[in-house]
């Protein structure tokens, strides 16, 4: 039975390798330090946190997050350590709390490896603290206990860590938090509340629930320390973003308008539903014969329609195939760890180092590593086998904004009376799953500027571009996706404005100025930078101003209230300081009142302004034009390739969407 444990109470751990799953409602930093027993620190390679999250015996996120799962193997620990402190943190300089006593009360737990319960602790009584030990796992006597802890901090990090004894506790922490900012830069927005009734429904037939139970077998077994995803098992409890408790009903007005951990608020932005109903239930498939899996079915997740429904339904796909990857990848690294402790084992006792003792034993540990890897391997291929087999049938069914351009949806398109929930900004793969590939949805209105980088992949996947390829093709993927939101709009809804300060985007931009869905002719130079610039700012300006007095309904008669998009080409070029601090104005303040931000833009090219631009681009979210491996998903923190979201070449779909989107706006302004 699981024990509930209150601050300075103990319980024994009834096995060595655990998961700890910590939940808060707004994203924290997690990790481990290790102590000897005198409860020291011997340096900073005792301390695995998101810039450095593995371990011997340990592994964290990767990132700020409201959810983390830890993997622990107490037995692959070093044999110096006697304690593991499990450290949460907040963090700093990202718009966020800034104290515990204004989040929800931390909850921890320590499960075992099939998520049984071991042991729980609500850290309560926090205000001021931006960092506390939450559990301190130790060992007495040989056995090994968790402690809950409670202690926090209202240095921080580099309190906290200046108390287990570590000279350098203010430079680590720096570079602890400085981890943390560049994950939560390259990390897509987080997924939306569950519901009360769970947005992952489908795998409820015996069969599959039998699956699930062979699964978390299979990953006790092997060693995966991270869990099993919910494709295999039922799904979690709803857990509402604030409070960790279950989700609220909706009401009269509709579904719950409760933000999530990121502060996006995922309910429609225009959806009210006429009575308290709740949603109707989701399809289900045909009961599967014993045996078989669950068959896939398009929309079997939760929701008020069927948009939001295959909206969840692709969510629950994105974090399964990062649970799933997660398990494999945790269970190799066990089977390559525990051969390597056998291994040691045989060159440690001279007497196996001649003669057939020592092959015998080295020829077993490799064996048992390989039976391992197989084992976990299989487990990964029946999961995505599963997962494609899904997307295979989700895929079609998508409504044109969620659809890849290829989408047949796409040739019966017309102009939308509503925004839809969210936009498809391309697809996200995994190494082990090339062929599974997940629709990366953003939601709308935007709450994040896009950087479509024009430089040199970090990954080297694209050595075989020159720069003016490259930047050829990621304005034509910003052109494609300024066309997608056109298109996901109302007429007169939505509107592009371009800065191209050289003149040379002509070619590229075409589409767009042949339908002529642009708000103004591209600025060009630098009378065009300000020109350009001065507008958007003039009416972020005056919105706010209307917003903060409640005097929308004064303002000018002429001003555009709709969302808009500014497209800068080539970003730094033809920008002075000026024109810098305002496009940076329009990045902070521009989102919340409407005008959106794209830059096409390598980063080396601003260099020269020095660390003045940082803020900028870790607000935006970075796509490349080409496929590049640097997103992160919310849950694990895999890297993703991301595959742009371009057109199929020779095909005319976007100039007919486009064309079509031209006719409505004409006919709106009439």
């Known amino acids: 039975m699981a024990v509930e444990l209150v601050r300075g109470q103990n319980t024994p751990l009834p096995q060595t390798r655990l998961e700890i799953r910590v939940s808060a409602g707004k994203p924290i930093v997690a990790g481990v330090t290790l102590s000897d027993a005198q409860g020291k620190v011997r340096g900073a390679e005792w301390i695995a946190h998101p810039g450095s999250p593995q371990l011997p015996g340990l592994e964290v996120s990767q990132q700020a997050a409201a959810d983390h799962r830890l993997a622990v193997d107490l037995e692959a620990l070093p044999d110096a350590v006697e304690r593991v402190n499990v450290l949460l943190a907040l963090p700093v300089g990202v718009g966020g709390p800034v104290r515990f006593g204004a989040v929800a009360a ?95 429904v489908r795998h409820t037939a015996a069969a599959a629930g039998s699956a699930g139970e062979h699964s978390g077998a299979t990953a006790g077994e092997h060693g995966a320390a991270a869990p099993q995803p919910p494709t ?34 995922y309910a429609h932005p225009s959806r009210r539903p006429a009575a308290a109903a709740p949603p109707s239930p989701p399809p289900t498939a045909p009961p599967a014969q014993p045996g078989q899996p669950a068959q896939p079915v ?18 629950g796909m994105f974090e399964d195939l990062a649970r799933t990857t997660a398990a494999y990848r945790s269970a190799v690294d066990f089977a390559e760890s525990r051969m390597e402790q056998e291994l040691d084992k045989v060159l440690s006792d001279p007497r196996s180092r001649i003669g057939g003792t020592g092959d015998a034993a080295r020829e077993a540990a490799r064996a048992k590593q390989a039976q391992l890897v197989d084992q976990a391997r299989e487990v990964l291929d029946r999961d995505l086998a599963q997962l494609k087999a899904e997307a295979e049938v989700v895929e079609p069914a998508l409504p044109h904004a969620f659809a890849a351009w290829d989408n047949p949806v796409w040739h019966a398109y017309r102009v939308p009376m509503e925004v839809p929930m969210a936009l498809r900004l391309g697809d996200l793969h995994l190494p082990e799953s090339a062929d599974v590939r997940i629709p990366l949805l953003m939601r709308l209105p935007l709450e994040r500027g896009l950087w479509i980088d024009s430089g040199r992949s970090s990954s080297g996947s694209v050595t075989f571009h020159d720069s003016a390829e490259l930047h050829r093709l990621a304005l034509e993927t910003a052109v494609a996706l300024a066309a997608r939101l056109l298109a996901a709009y109302p007429a007169g809804d939505f509107s592009v404005h371009v800065i191209d300060a050289g003149g040379g985007a002509a070619g590229s931009l075409a589409p767009l100025l042949q339908a002529g869905v642009l708000a103004h002719p591209p600025g060009h130079g630098a009378p065009g930078v300000t020109e350009v610039l001065a507008r958007l700012t003039k009416r972020v300006e005056l919105v706010q101003m209307a917003i903060r007095g409640g005097a929308t309904d004064a303002l000018p008669p002429d001003l555009d209230t709709g969302e808009q998009l500014l497209i800068v080409n080539d970003f730094p070029h033809g920008f002075d ?14 989102p919340a009142v409407g005008v959106h931000l794209m830059l096409v833009a ?69």
Do not use: C
């Not at 926090?152 to 570079?175: H, K, N, T, V």
């Not at 973003?241 to 951990?261: C, F, I, R």
């Not at 260099?607 to 491996?629: E, H, K, N």
């Open 232 to 265: 295999t098992g039922a799904p979690a409890p709803a857990q509402s973003p604030t409070t960790g408790g279950p989700a609220q009903p909706p009401t009269a007005s509709g579904p719950t308008q409760t933000p999530n951990s990121d502060g996006v608020n």
């Open 106 to 200: 931390p909850f921890v737990a320590v499960t075992g490896l099939d998520g049984t319960e071991v042991a729980s602790y609500t850290i309560t009584d926090l205000d001021p603290e931006s960092a506390v030990v939450a559990l301190e796992l130790y060992r007495r006597n040989g056995v090994w206990k968790v402690r809950a802890v409670g202690q926090g901090y209202a240095g921080g990090l580099a309190e906290m860590l200046a108390d287990q004894g570590l000279d350098q506790s203010r430079e680590i922490a720096s570079q602890i938090l400085d981890a943390v900012a560049r994950g939560m830069a390259r990390s897509v927005a987080a997924p939306p509340p569950r519901t009360a009734e769970g947005d992952r």
């Open 298 to 315: 398009a929309g079997d997740a939760t929701g008020w329609s069927m948009e939001e429904r295959l909206y969840n339904q692709v969510w």
């Open 602 to 670: 390598d980063r080396e090219d601003a260099s020269a302004y020095g660390p003045i631009l940082d803020p900028l681009w870790r607000s935006l979210l970075r796509l490349t034009p080409v496929p590049d491996d640097h997103l992160a998903d919310p849950w694990i923190g895999h890297a993703w390739t991301y595959q742009p979201a371009l057109v199929p070449p020779g095909s005319t779909v976007l100039r007919q969407v486009l064309a079509q989107v031209a006719q409505a706006r004409r006919e709106w302004g009439r």
């Open 577 to 590: 300081d000026r024109a810098v601090t305002q496009l940076r104005y329009l990045a902070d303040e521009g």
